[in-house]
């Protein structure tokens, strides 16, 4: 079956930097869309997303600070956050979709997250 496995989520202070991962298995990753989501207490929030041919997209509250970006050699999804706040502070999940579209409204699977927390 898919399992979708995050790493790489921490404590760090606002103006820092993270990377995060995502390692694919049990699908044939480059044939699939990916996305970041992220989850607080009060909403779940597509962060970005990239297509089957490395096309993204971005919220705007992390527009010019994260990259999302695809490795098919690794089966491996990366977000890359920079100049962190600690509005960032969520629980990141990685998730996977058949089309465009279906990652960034209903994903098909779902890892099981990594929690970031930006400090002040």
């Known amino acids: 079956q898919v399992q979708l496995v995050e790493s790489g989520g921490g404590l760090v202070q606002a103006g820092g930097s993270l990377r995060l991962s995502c390692v694919a298995a049990g699908m044939l990753f480059s044939r699939n869309h990916m996305a970041w989501y992220r989850q607080t207490p009060e909403q779940r929030e597509l962060v970005a997303a990239i297509?089957?041919?490395?096309?993204?997209n971005y919220a705007d509250s992390v527009k010019g600070r994260f990259t999302i970006s695809r490795d098919n050699a690794k089966n491996t999804v990366y977000l890359q956050m920079n100049s962190l706040k600690p509005e960032d502070t969520a629980i990141y999940y990685c998730?996977?979709?058949?089309?465009?579209?279906?990652?960034?409204?209903?994903?098909?699977?779902w890892g099981q997250g990594t929690q970031v927390t930006v400090s002040s």
């Open positions: 998730a996977t979709g058949s089309s465009p579209l279906v990652v960034v409204t209903t994903p098909d699977y």
């Open positions: 297509t089957t041919d490395s096309s993204t």
